[in-house]
């Protein structure tokens, strides 16, 4: 684990690693200071410990069931690994970017995987959300939101991010009820303003409220139905899953060969009719298909299905935290869906 500055700092070495950046290589060594004590005021501050969770998510829909594999790529030596959470009965979260905080007074990190709770419109920090009933889908974005704040806030060194690039990440992935498969994606961003006398260099930090992308179902009912593929942090320079199986590339073409039933799954997505596998082989064509994108890359594998809810395939070391039941969600509360569930 390393503190906020080289939280920071690491980050934006990564895009400098993309992007061959020289400018951000210098942002990072000046985000060094952020846990400096706070010149501006002469005060000390505990220092902040932060850990990033880097990789990757890979989903197929099939015909009643949702498999996923999450595959670890640490973003420094001593990342933790994507952790998953499961937030209700059909549906589970993927954790990237600043997932566990520490100060270094507290022996015990926060962790956001752990004790989370749902904010409804009944909870008193929910009455600067202007909806007027809490949908299920913001109410898990607020959730995250609330743990996040008092975390950001602590940033006061100047750090020079994109408006779209997210300190913090989560892939949510299940079933809705009246509405069917979705995975979505909340990406969480920060703003910052200076503050004080003109030199002072300290800035206030906040966490905005969640994007919300919606990964699948894809727009339209003509879309294709492929495989969901998300990298953390993104990287518009690797090969999605889908392109190497359009391809046929040859570790997918010995897929094809191995078993006639890998060969009608990789059909089905060739067609972009993903959904009409059968789940049992969409399952154990992802088993398959996983290690070859993974390379030596610790992942996990799961399933999660509308009545059954989540099942491990192959299941991490430690066991996934279960969130704080909602007493205050009813079931039939609405979402941020924006279509009808699509045909399968």
């Not at 199986?245 to 897929?255: F, K, N």
């Not at 082989?281 to 030596?296: K, Q």
């Not at 996934?320 to 399968?344: N, T």
């Amino acid at each position: 684990m390393w503190n906020t500055a080289e939280t920071m700092s690491r980050l934006l070495a990564i895009r400098a690693y993309r992007y061959l950046s020289a400018a951000l290589l210098a942002i990072a060594a000046a985000i060094m200071l952020a846990a400096s004590p706070c010149r501006a005021q002469g005060q000390h501050e505990d220092e902040i410990v932060a850990n990033l969770a880097g990789g990757r998510v890979i989903v197929h829909v099939s015909q009643e069931l949702i498999s996923f594999a999450v595959i670890d790529k640490p973003i420094e030596a001593n990342s933790h690994p994507p952790r998953v959470l499961s937030v209700d009965s059909t549906h589970v979260g993927v954790l990237f970017g600043a997932a566990e905080w520490q100060l270094a007074a507290d022996p015990k990190p926060t962790r956001l995987d752990k004790n989370f709770q749902r904010i409804t419109k009944q909870d008193p920090r929910y009455h600067a959300y202007p909806d007027e009933t809490a949908p299920d889908l913001e109410s898990i974005g607020v959730g995250f939101l609330e743990r996040l704040r008092p975390l950001v806030a602590q940033l006061h060194t100047k750090l020079t991010f994109a408006p779209e690039e997210p300190i913090f990440e989560v892939v949510l992935i299940g079933y809705a009820r009246d509405y069917g498969p979705e995975v979505w994606q909340l990406d969480y961003r920060i703003e910052q303003e200076e503050v004080g006398a003109r030199g002072n260099d300290y800035w206030q930090t906040r966490v905005l409220r969640p994007h919300f992308t919606q990964l699948y179902p894809p727009e339209g009912k003509k879309s294709p139905r492929m495989l969901v593929d998300i990298h953390y942090p993104d990287d518009p320079d690797a090969s999605s899953v889908n392109a190497i199986i359009l391809r046929d590339d040859a570790r997918i073409a010995r897929l094809r060969s191995a078993d006639p039933r890998f060969a009608k799954v990789l059909e089905n997505i060739g067609k972009g009719q993903a959904q009409k596998a059968v789940d049992a082989d969409a399952t154990n064509f992802l088993r398959a298909l996983v290690p070859i994108v993974a390379e030596d890359a610790h992942f996990v594998l799961g399933t999660v299905g509308e009545s059954e809810g989540f099942v491990w395939i192959v299941a991490p070391e430690e066991p996934i935290e279960s969130a704080v039941p909602d007493k205050d969600q009813p079931p039939e509360a609405p979402s941020l869906r924006r279509r009808p569930r699509p045909p399968q």
